[in-house]
């Protein structure tokens, strides 16, 4: 079982659409270890970053298992961007 934030979350997943997502639908993506799931990255994402998550969607890609992580009210995706090195 995979427990801790930095074996949960790989790496943010930065394309166009991400960027257009993050901004219009305050989402971030996530590469995410191929067992993590939905409760264990909501868990792992809120100790990593201090925010509320509102929805966690994953799928899976050629590359690996994807989170889309949609923030609570009153939190923004472009500050956790920012504090992470998105911009």
Do not use: C, S, W
Not at 5 to 30: C, D, G, R, S, W
Not at 66 to 75: S, T
């Amino acid at each position: 079982m995979v427990r801790l934030a930095h074996e949960v979350l790989m790496h943010p997943y930065v394309t166009e659409k991400t960027l257009m997502q993050m901004e219009n639908e305050n989402k971030l993506e996530f590469v995410v270890h191929p067992k993590a799931t939905k409760p264990v990255i909501k868990k792992a994402f809120e100790q990593r970053y201090g925010v509320k998550i509102d929805k966690v969607t994953t799928k899976r890609v050629k590359d690996g298992k994807h989170a889309i992580i949609r923030f609570a009210e009153g939190y923004h995706a472009e500050d956790v961007g920012m504090r992470i090195g998105i911009f």
